[in-house]
């Protein structure tokens, strides 16, 4: 037993025993008890050994990390930095360090912390690095750009202790990745640094685990499991209003979303999107006769607006605020009595993590009401509900690092010091996700990073390291220097242009493609506010104010999140035991039951393929429940397989749950169809001619400093970087077919907007496992589906103007239970 166990097993009166009195008095003049899982983390960090605390939201994690810091600067003072604390987000970092001022101020301990963030003032980064204060809270980008500085080794000799707050946010991504080489880099500088990390979510931890250990070892890293919350109570709305059959808004329900937020007493409403915030925001606007303070916080609006809704929620003046993801880590608001989600959700543990807002304490059972958009938004917020009460998590382990990430990595130790490549290697495969780095995959890198590559190497622009006589690299120039420190961080966004009410204030930003399609005269929805479109200057968009309600809204690239695979297996469970239907509203029950008359149910281990005629056209549509990334991919493969057997196939749009091919002929040997072998010569053939994996490329040569967005004195416009990482890319695949950026692009194309992992799996329980309906006019379940085409383009060559009749038409024909 560790520890850091073995804490957990104390009494309250050896609580005293690792405890300080100044500190067991502060608890006990609050009125508070120190829960089991701090005690730990107190122990653990006596014992000095690295901890990973599970606790629900509301447990005392933040409190915990810092709690052994605390106590150790208290009693033994501290020169220079401490402890570092990294999150995900700036607004949490901001949130942590105003709550971490109550205990050093109430105990009066000799203790100094600030925040560092890409918002912090120039002079007081430059005073930070001089004067450092003894906890400093940032993010992985600042904390990347710190150790890219010369003086990086003397900033952080001292540290004792990292704390990753949110650590499930991180791992597994680009940004997890960063932050991996830079705690190796951080243990190269203070060998005696031990690491924390805090989560509400995981669904790894085993995993997790050895992400957080310096050498990749789970078992060097204790597990420290916080204390039983009280189960939440999550319920779906019961509106009164027909269910719709499709979209995504949940404007049918808002009403009753604002007769909630009325009930209660400070309400967080959740969205999946930024443009759906905005909708949900205008139309609770609209409804408020009680004129309820009402905000609305997302990603793209202006700073000072987002701090400004932020302060009003922690002061308690709001009644309710329409958020997406910005506000769903860790922001501690004990005031929140209600979180409503509307739209599915489309993970569990992001669920989870939500819900956790409100109530925020462990004796106050969090209270949450999904809202589903459609029907079948119905059967995933029912899944859901079932998750949440049964305890079970979803999420993918990590995966291995990006080489863009690496090279970026690469490039920002040699703008600090000169290093020798066997070092670097020695010290990046310490990182988790670089453990399995090959040695050939490492040299690559630094190849690229050194001059670009063997097709690029004649180029002096990619020529950003110099070789020493001793085998060291530096950097090249001051130029190169300054490019990195400017373009550094993994999260490649579109291009956005700012908005600005012409001579007033500026509201945020939107992506430059959206501004770029508007017509002076639009309106469009931003910042809750109806503005006309007046034109772009200098990379702003002017605007005015106007009426009317019948906007354009903003979109937002990547906004839409998949469904998870534990949530899909649970919906198809739902389908196929129509003893659980009792606990679905009437109308979606209904539907389900003519969906059985007429056709059949998707069943767990088989794939739903039916098909019919419908106009001048044949549908098939397939109930395959792996999310949209992976069938927008089986759509493309399904079409040029249609193709090659002469069926004429116009078209394709996919949802979470089915996707739905339409051609001039009818489909036949629909298991052929279905073969793995579509993920062979099918696959390279698509890859290599879509637009996609130029996509990723311009992403991958973002990050890895091919392509640079910021350049002193000037900013590219997204045209710009497109056109440039498009010529690059033509170039490598016609010269270098195995560059190591193009290796990075394919693997990220697999992993991510392709899903082809999942498609893989699903096309080999698929094998001989199809069950083919024919049918003689669209199902009940194929209506969701097909209303979807001509909403959104899903293939610049396969956009099909499908339906000439009414949406109720086709829906009265797939419920007609007359043969």
Same mark, same amino acid.
């Given at each position: 037993?560790?520890?850091?166990?073995?804490?957990? /097993?104390?009494?309250?009166?050896?609580?005293?025993?690792?405890?300080?009195?100044?500190?067991?008095?502060?608890?006990?003049?609050? !009125?508070? #008890?120190?829960?089991?899982?701090?005690?730990?983390?107190?122990?653990?960090?006596?014992?000095?050994?690295?901890?990973?605390?599970?606790?629900?939201?509301?447990?005392?994690?933040?409190?915990?990390?810092?709690?052994?810091?605390?106590?150790?600067?208290?009693?033994?003072?501290?020169?220079?930095?401490?402890?570092?604390?990294?999150?995900?987000?700036?607004?949490?970092?901001?949130?942590?360090?105003?709550?971490?001022?109550?205990?050093?101020?109430?105990?009066?301990?000799?203790?100094?912390?600030?925040?560092?963030?890409?918002?912090?003032?120039?002079?007081?980064?430059?005073?930070?690095?001089?004067?450092?204060?003894?906890?400093?809270?940032?993010?992985?980008?600042?904390?990347?750009?710190?150790?890219?500085?010369?003086?990086?080794?003397?900033?952080?000799?001292?540290?004792?202790?990292?704390?990753?707050?949110?650590?499930?946010?991180?791992?597994?991504t680009?940004?997890?990745?960063?932050?991996?080489?830079?705690l190796?880099?951080?243990?190269?500088?203070?060998?005696?640094?031990?690491?924390?990390?805090?989560?509400?979510?995981?669904?790894?931890?085993?995993?997790?685990?050895?992400?957080?250990?310096?050498?990749?070892?789970?078992?060097?890293?204790?597990?420290?499991?916080?204390?039983?919350?009280?189960?939440?109570q999550?319920?779906?709305?019961?509106?009164?209003?027909?269910?719709?059959?499709?979209?995504?808004?949940?404007?049918?329900?808002?009403?009753?979303?604002?007769?909630?937020?009325?009930r209660?007493?400070?309400?967080?409403?959740?969205?999946?999107?930024?443009?759906?915030?905005?909708?949900?925001?205008?139309?609770?606007?609209?409804?408020?006769?009680?004129?309820?303070?009402?905000?609305?916080?997302?990603?793209?609006?202006?700073?000072?607006?987002?701090?400004?809704?932020?302060?009003?929620?922690?002061?308690?003046?709001?009644?309710?605020?329409?958020?997406?993801?910005?506000?769903?880590l860790?922001?501690?608001?004990?005031?929140v009595?209600?979180v409503?989600?509307? !739209?599915?959700?489309?993970?569990?543990?992001?669920? %989870?993590?939500?819900?956790?807002?409100?109530?925020? #304490?462990?004796?106050?059972?969090?209270?949450?009401?999904?809202?589903?958009?459609?029907?079948?938004?119905?059967?995933?917020?029912?899944?859901?509900?079932?998750?949440?009460?049964?305890?079970?998590l979803d999420?993918?382990?990590?995966?291995?690092?990006?080489?863009?990430?690496?090279?970026?990595?690469?490039?920002?130790?040699?703008?600090?010091?000169p290093?020798?490549?066997?070092e670097?290697?020695?010290?990046?495969?310490?990182?988790?996700?670089?453990?399995d780095?090959?040695?050939?995959?490492?040299?690559?890198?630094?190849?690229?990073?050194?001059? !670009?590559?063997?097709?690029? #190497?004649?180029?002096?622009r990619?020529?950003?390291?110099?070789?020493?006589?001793?085998?060291h690299?530096?950097? %090249?120039?001051?130029?190169?220097?300054?490019?990195?420190?400017?373009n550094?961080?993994?999260?490649?966004?579109?291009?956005?242009?700012?908005?600005?009410?012409?001579? !007033?204030?500026?509201?945020?930003?939107?992506?430059?493609?959206?501004?770029?399609?508007?017509?002076?005269?639009?309106?469009?929805?931003?910042?809750?506010?109806?503005?006309?479109?007046?034109?772009?200057?200098?990379m702003?968009?002017?605007?005015?104010?106007?009426?009317?309600?019948?906007?354009?809204?903003?979109?937002?690239?990547?906004?839409?999140?998949?469904?998870?695979?534990?949530l899909?297996?649970?919906?198809?469970?739902?389908?196929?035991?129509?003893?659980?239907?009792?606990?679905?509203?009437?109308?979606? /029950?209904?539907?389900?039951?003519?969906?059985?008359?007429?056709?059949?149910?998707?069943?767990?281990?088989?794939?739903?393929?039916?098909?019919?005629?419908?106009?001048r056209?044949h549908?098939?549509?397939?109930?395959?429940?792996?999310?949209?990334?992976?069938?927008?991919?089986?759509?493309?493969?399904?079409?040029?397989?249609?193709?090659?057997?002469?069926?004429?196939?116009?078209?394709?749009?996919?949802?979470?749950?089915?996707?739905?091919?339409?051609?001039?002929?009818?489909?036949?040997?629909?298991?052929?169809?279905?073969?793995?072998?579509?993920?062979?010569?099918?696959?390279?053939?698509w890859?290599?001619?879509?637009?996609?994996?130029?996509?990723?490329?311009?992403? %991958?040569?973002?990050?890895?400093?091919?392509?640079?967005?910021?350049?002193?004195?000037?900013?590219?416009?997204?045209?710009?970087v497109?056109?440039?990482?498009?010529?690059?890319?033509?170039?490598?695949?016609?010269?270098?077919?195995?560059?190591?950026?193009?290796?990075?692009?394919?693997?990220?194309?697999?992993?991510?907007?392709t899903?082809?992992?999942?498609?893989?799996?699903?096309?080999?329980?698929?094998?001989?496992?199809?069950?083919?309906?024919?049918?003689?006019?669209?199902?009940?379940?194929?209506?969701?589906?097909?209303?979807?085409?001509?909403?959104?383009?899903?293939?610049?060559?396969?956009?099909?103007?499908?339906?000439?009749?009414?949406?109720?038409?086709?829906?009265?024909?797939?419920?007609?239970?007359?043969?």
């Amino acid at each position: 037993m560790s520890l850091a166990e073995a804490a957990v /097993r104390k009494t309250s009166a050896d609580a005293q025993e690792l405890l300080p009195d100044r500190f067991a008095g502060w608890f006990a003049g609050r !009125g508070w #008890r120190p829960h089991a899982h701090q005690l730990a983390l107190v122990a653990a960090a006596q014992a000095g050994r690295h901890a990973l605390v599970i606790a629900p939201t509301g447990g005392g994690k933040t409190l915990a990390g810092f709690l052994p810091s605390l106590i150790e600067i208290s009693e033994a003072g501290a020169e220079g930095l401490h402890t570092l604390y990294i999150s995900p987000l700036k607004a949490l970092a901001v949130d942590v360090h105003r709550n971490l001022e109550t205990p050093i101020a109430e105990m009066r301990l000799p203790v100094t912390a600030e925040t560092r963030t890409g918002d912090t003032p120039q002079h007081k980064r430059q005073r930070q690095r001089e004067r450092p204060p003894n906890i400093l809270l940032t993010t992985p980008e600042s904390l990347t750009l710190l150790l890219s500085y010369p003086d990086a080794a003397k900033l952080f000799r001292g540290l004792r202790c990292v704390v990753l707050d949110e650590i499930h946010a991180l791992a597994g991504t680009k940004r997890g990745d960063q932050l991996a080489l830079c705690l190796t880099r951080l243990q190269a500088i203070a060998p005696g640094c031990r690491r924390v990390g805090l989560s509400a979510t995981v669904a790894w931890p085993d995993a997790l685990r050895a992400w957080l250990a310096t050498d990749a070892n789970a078992g060097s890293v204790d597990l420290i499991a916080g204390g039983e919350s009280v189960d939440a109570q999550v319920g779906m709305l019961a509106t009164r209003e027909q269910m719709p059959w499709s979209g995504h808004m949940a404007v049918h329900a808002l009403p009753e979303v604002y007769e909630e937020i009325r009930r209660a007493g400070t309400t967080l409403v959740f969205v999946n999107t930024r443009a759906q915030a905005e909708i949900v925001f205008q139309e609770l606007w609209h409804l408020n006769e009680d004129n309820l303070p009402i905000a609305l916080h997302h990603g793209s609006l202006a700073r000072e607006q987002r701090r400004k809704v932020e302060a009003a929620m922690a002061a308690g003046r709001l009644r309710a605020v329409v958020a997406t993801s910005s506000l769903d880590l860790g922001i501690d608001w004990a005031a929140v009595d209600l979180v409503i989600q509307v !739209g599915a959700p489309k993970g569990v543990s992001r669920l %989870v993590q939500r819900v956790g807002r409100s109530g925020h #304490r462990l004796d106050v059972p969090s209270r949450a009401i999904l809202v589903p958009a459609n029907r079948f938004e119905v059967l995933e917020c029912r899944a859901a509900i079932d998750a949440v009460r049964e305890g079970t998590l979803d999420g993918d382990p990590p995966q291995p690092g990006g080489f863009d990430v690496l090279a970026q990595h690469v490039m920002a130790m040699a703008c600090a010091a000169p290093f020798h490549p066997d070092e670097l290697y020695r010290e990046v495969t310490r990182a988790a996700p670089y453990a399995d780095l090959g040695r050939k995959d490492f040299d690559d890198v630094v190849a690229f990073v050194d001059h !670009g590559g063997y097709a690029l #190497r004649e180029y002096e622009r990619w020529r950003r390291l110099e070789r020493l006589p001793d085998g060291h690299y530096k950097a %090249v120039s001051p130029a190169m220097v300054r490019r990195l420190r400017m373009n550094i961080g993994t999260i490649v966004e579109a291009t956005t242009l700012k908005v600005k009410i012409l001579r !007033g204030p500026v509201l945020g930003e939107v992506e430059e493609y959206f501004a770029l399609g508007l017509e002076e005269g639009d309106t469009f929805i931003f910042s809750g506010q109806m503005l006309r479109f007046v034109g772009i200057r200098e990379m702003t968009v002017e605007a005015v104010r106007a009426g009317g309600d019948a906007p354009q809204v903003p979109a937002y690239v990547g906004g839409r999140l998949p469904l998870t695979t534990h949530l899909a297996e649970r919906v198809r469970a739902i389908l196929a035991r129509p003893a659980r239907w009792h606990e679905l509203p009437d109308q979606v /029950r209904e539907w389900l039951d003519i969906q059985r008359w007429r056709s059949c149910l998707p069943e767990p281990d088989w794939l739903l393929v039916e098909s019919f005629p419908r106009g001048r056209k044949h549908f098939m549509v397939a109930y395959c429940f792996e999310g949209r990334n992976a069938h927008q991919t089986l759509g493309m493969l399904l079409t040029r397989r249609m193709e090659r057997a002469g069926l004429a196939p116009m078209g394709f749009v996919a949802t979470d749950y089915v996707i739905a091919v339409w051609s001039m002929k009818p489909v036949g040997n629909v298991q052929a169809l279905f073969d793995e072998d579509m993920l062979g010569d099918d696959l390279e053939a698509w890859m290599d001619e879509s637009s996609m994996l130029k996509r990723t490329f311009r992403n %991958v040569a973002v990050i890895a400093g091919l392509i640079e967005r910021q350049y002193p004195g000037e900013r590219k416009t997204g045209k710009q970087v497109t056109f440039n990482s498009d010529l690059i890319y033509d170039t490598l695949r016609r010269h270098e077919p195995q560059h190591i950026l193009l290796r990075a692009t394919r693997r990220d194309a697999a992993r991510g907007l392709t899903d082809i992992e999942r498609l893989a799996g699903m096309l080999k329980r698929a094998k001989d496992r199809i069950l083919h309906r024919r049918l003689d006019r669209v199902s009940p379940l194929a209506v969701p589906v097909l209303l979807e085409i001509g909403k959104e383009r899903v293939d610049g060559e396969a956009v099909d103007e499908l339906l000439d009749e009414a949406a109720q038409e086709l829906i009265a024909e797939a419920t007609d239970r007359r043969p």
